[in-house]
Antibody, heavy 120, light 111 residues
Framework: QVQLVQSGAEVKKPGASVKVSCKASGYTFTNYSMHWVRQAPGQRPEWMAL????????KYSQRFQGRVAITRDTSASTAYMELSGLTSEDTAIYYCARAKGPGYYLIDYWGQGTLVTVSS | EIVVTQSPDSLVVSLGERATINCKTS????????????LAWYQQKPGQPPKLLIYRASTRESGVPDRFSGSGSGTDFTLTISSLQAEDVGVYYC????????FGQGTKLEI
């Protein structure tokens, strides 16, 4: 069965960076792109970025352009999201989420989420 | 960016009754290549990630009970739960994927 297992909760100070990992299993990692979506407390999910896990091509939301970097390690079936220049507005649950195909914008499976708290 | 708006923001429905949630997009999301609307519905329970219920506006994801159905085209869409069960409580989001994903603000469904 498809599983996306993310790294644990993080507490960061303003101005710092955070890197979240997402290990995939139960399917061929390079056959499906991976999205990153965040959800602030009580808010709707917000799309951040997409990586083609086969060729590592990326697409970023303009809102996060220049602050977020998405990478992947095919040998470990793992995707990574790094967000820099953190502020309290970045406190949220960060999800990796599988696209329903290569380059697809439709999401079918989600990781369990990683809570990132930004506080001085 | 396509704006996605849901109504109502919250809904209280009795067990066994029908629940209806609406979703409107600011422009058409009908993909001309396959003539399919690029609209999905997700269910989110507290402390859990969203779960895909419906895609292409009306196609049920594998394993989703048939009391869930989706309809609509162009810019106006509806999620219907035909006979509400206790486990259906949660927040429901519609999402357009015609362009990079945009979610509606959510509808909280209670018994």
């Amino acid at each position: 069965q498809v599983q996306l297992v993310q790294s644990g909760a993080e507490v960061k100070k303003p101005g710092a960076s955070v890197k979240v990992s997402c290990k995939a299993s139960g399917y061929t990692f390079t056959n499906y792109s991976m999205h990153w979506v965040r959800q602030a407390p009580g808010q709707r999910p917000e799309w951040m970025a997409l990586i083609n896990t086969d060729n590592s091509n990326t697409k970023y939301s303009q809102r996060f352009q220049g602050r977020v970097a998405i990478t992947r390690d095919t040998s470990a079936s793992t995707a990574y999201m790094e967000l820099s220049g953190l502020t309290s507005e970045d406190t949220a649950i960060y999800y990796c989420a599988r696209a329903k195909g290569p380059g697809y914008y439709l999401i079918d499976y989600w990781g369990q989420g990683t809570l990132v708290t930004v506080s001085s | 960016e396509i704006v996605v708006t849901q109504s109502p923001d919250s809904l209280v429905v009795s067990l066994g009754e029908r629940a209806t949630i609406n979703c409107k997009t600011s422009q058409t999301i009908l993909y001309s290549v396959n003539n399919k609307n690029q609209l999905a519905w997700y269910q989110q329970k507290p402390g859990q990630p969203p779960k895909l219920l419906i895609y292409r506006a009306s196609t049920r994801e594998s394993g989703v009970p048939d009391r869930f159905s989706g309809s609509g085209s162009g810019t106006d869409f509806t999620l219907t739960i035909s006979s509400l069960q206790a486990e259906d409580v949660g927040v429901y989001y519609c999402q357009q994927y015609y362009t990079t994903p945009v979610f509606g603000q959510g509808t909280k469904l209670e018994i």
